[in-house]
């Protein structure tokens, strides 16, 4: 008996609704940890539609357009995700659909709440949880060298 191995297909896609762009505004989806454009997209009537394969994911990429006026991070999945800036600006749009989004964010959002101390806490407790995913890696990266070497070993 022979079973069949079906290749799984990206689910990725981004549906973008945004305010007083024109139309035409050209943005790119930027893999920041390669530097290279994922794909791009123009905007139609405040509305875009990213659908791109993924190769790997979850990871943190950007959506902007070519002067970076418009800048937004985000982390990425192979699910259909949501950007909605229609009533607030494009860097404090809503993201929907992924996890890895949700996650940061409330890891943040907690920070901002602490002292220093507590914080440095949370972000230690966080990368320990997480050590083996991308986000305990990204956010190690990202206080490495604020915590020198003797806290990030």
């Not at 790997?56 to 990429?61: D, V």
Request: glycine share 2%; proline share 2%; charged share 30%.
């Amino acid at each position: 008996m022979t079973s069949c191995h079906q290749e799984k297909k990206s689910q990725f896609s981004i549906k973008g609704t945004t305010k007083e762009l024109k139309n035409g505004t050209v943005l790119y989806l930027f893999d920041t940890s390669k530097e290279e454009i994922i794909d791009s997209v123009k905007v139609q009537n405040n509305k875009f539609d990213f659908s791109t394969n993924l190769k790997n994911y979850p990871f943190p990429a950007v959506l902007r357009n070519k002067d970076n006026s418009l800048y937004k991070r985000l982390w990425l999945e192979n699910k259909p995700m949501i950007f909605n800036a229609s009533n607030r600006n494009f860097e404090n749009a809503e993201i929907l659909g992924s996890d890895s989004e949700i996650e940061y964010d409330n890891l943040y959002k907690a920070v901002d709440t602490l002292s220093r101390k507590e914080s440095k806490k949370l972000l230690t407790n966080f990368i320990k949880t997480n050590f083996d995913n991308i986000l305990g890696s990204y956010v190690l990266s990202e206080w490495y060298i604020s915590w020198k070497k003797e806290r990030t070993e």
